[in-house]
Each structure stands twice: as structure tokens, then as C-alpha cells.
């Protein structure tokens, strides 16, 4: 098969990419270094045509307010270059409990996102997974001041991007869901405990105190980003994670 990876040129896009193309399938990956523009359109009719499948793995530049507008425009101008191409599957990835902390802007986009494409025309597929584990050292870094690390005691479950990519690949190779595949990292942690594993890993003297006020995270309400009871579990561990990165 012939598959577009828009955002093919990322952290999980290009792992995706690498992971379609060893399957033997035709794996192009486009992003704005390659001149598809997703917001102005540029690009993208020609990227899609000819794709058996288009995996929009592009995000909002920003977390805040206009965040909704960047998702709003992106798939206007996918979805519609897709349909005119007669594209067959067409893949995103979003987030485990997305539609469950709605006090969050950029959780309520990335269900406007969802929700562009299961009104649209094209056979589709959505893949939510937890937290990433390459984006912790990022989360500490919100609420960082001097030697302290503000962080709440919200639940999270850790997944590592190459076991997205992973999942993302084999959602992207087989038939449409019309429907969403959890998936999830195999341990729970709260988030000021994973805080403390982290830094204690990595030989960093910073101190997390816990503060369920401080930053993203601290607008999760109870356990609703933990992987449902009939989410697929990846089997990288935390700590061997660590241990390699």
C-alpha cells in the first residue's frame, strides 16, 4: 500500500514511517520541510493522491487557545484533499480519556479533531494513547523553579513513543476501525512519584514537591488519562526506558 504520513518527519512519524516502510508498503513521509503546509493547504492535494492511506500525525504548535483553529483547519484541508482523492483509511493519533477532561483547551481540540473525522466522508481509524514517556524531562520542566519541581499527584501510564509508532503502523496497515484503539504504557504511576523516579535516575538534585495546582496535568480530574479496562498494553517498562535513554 501507498501511504501519506503527514507529520512523517517526527517523533513518532518518522518512526511510523520506518516501521510501514520495513513492512514492505510505500511509506512517504510530509511535513513543512517538505512543503505541505497543512493550515494553508499547500502541498497537500498532491500529498494524498494516490495514498491508499493518510496517517495525519501533525499537532498544534501550541496548547493554549489556538489550538482549536490549527486542528479546525488542518482536517478541512485533509479531509477534503482525501475524499477528492478517494484515500481509503485515514488515521490519527489522540489521546487515552481525551473526552474526559474537558477543563483542558488542547483536550477539547483534539476531540474537535476526533470529531472532524468521524463526520467526514473517509473510512477512519483513531488511536489514543497515554502520556509519552519522552515528554516527561518537558511536563517537569512547566513547573520548574530553581531546585523544586511543582507537579500533582494526577495518575498517568506512561507509554514510549516507539510502542505508539508501533500501534500507529498496525492500525495504519489493516482496515478502518470507524472507531478508537487505546493503548497504554504496563505501569501506573502518579505524576509527582514518576517525577521523583525520573530525577533520581538521572542523577538530577532537583526536589519534586507536589502541588495539585501546578501545571497541565494539574486540570485531570481523578483517573480518566489511565488506559480503559479494553486498552491494548505496550510492554515497555518505565524503568527500562529509562535505562536506555
Do not use: C
Request: charged residues 15%.
Amino acid at each position: 500500500m501507498k501511504i501519506a504520513v503527514i507529520g512523517g518527519t517526527g517523533l513518532i512519524g518518522s518512526q511510523v514511517v520506518r516501521n510501514l516502510t520495513a513492512a514492505g508498503h510505500e511509506a512517504v513521509p510530509y511535513s513543512l520541510s517538505t512543503g505541505v503546509d497543512v493550515i494553508t493547504g499547500a502541498g497537500v492535494e498532491d500529498a494524498v493522491t494516490g495514498a491508499d492511506v493518510v496517517v495525519n500525525l501533525t499537532n498544534s504548535p501550541t496548547f493554549d487557545d489556538a489550538s482549536p483553529a490549527f486542528f479546525q483547519t488542518s482536517m478541512d484541508n485533509l479531509l477534503a484533499a482525501s475524499a477528492k482523492a478517494g484515500v481509503g483509511h485515514f488515521v490519527i493519533l489522540s489521546i487515552v480519556g481525551v473526552d474526559l477532561a474537558p477543563d483542558l483547551v488542547y483536550y477539547r481540540a483534539k476531540v474537535l479533531q476526533e470529531n472532524l473525522l468521524r463526520a467526514g466522508s473517509v473510512p477512519f481509524s483513531i488511536v489514543r494513547a497515554t502520556q509519552f514517556m519522552e515528554f516527561m524531562d518537558a511536563t517537569m520542566s512547566w513547573t520548574t523553579e530553581g531546585d523544586v519541581v511543582r507537579l500533582p499527584r494526577t495518575p498517568i501510564q506512561p507509554i514510549a513513543a516507539a510502542d505508539v509508532a508501533a500501534a500507529v503502523s498496525e492500525v495504519a496497515a489493516g482496515a478502518p476501525l470507524y472507531g478508537v484503539r487505546d493503548i497504554a504504557g504496563p505501569d501506573v504511576f502518579t505524576l509527582d512519584e514518576l517525577g521523583r523516579i525520573t530525577l533520581k535516575a538521572r542523577g538530577d538534585s532537583r526536589v519534586v514537591v507536589i502541588d495539585d495546582t501546578a501545571g497541565l496535568f494539574s486540570a485531570i480530574k481523578g483517573d480518566v488519562i489511565i488506559a480503559p479496562a479494553d486498552a491494548l498494553i505496550a510492554p515497555t517498562h518505565y524503568a527500562d526506558w529509562l535505562a536506555a535513554n
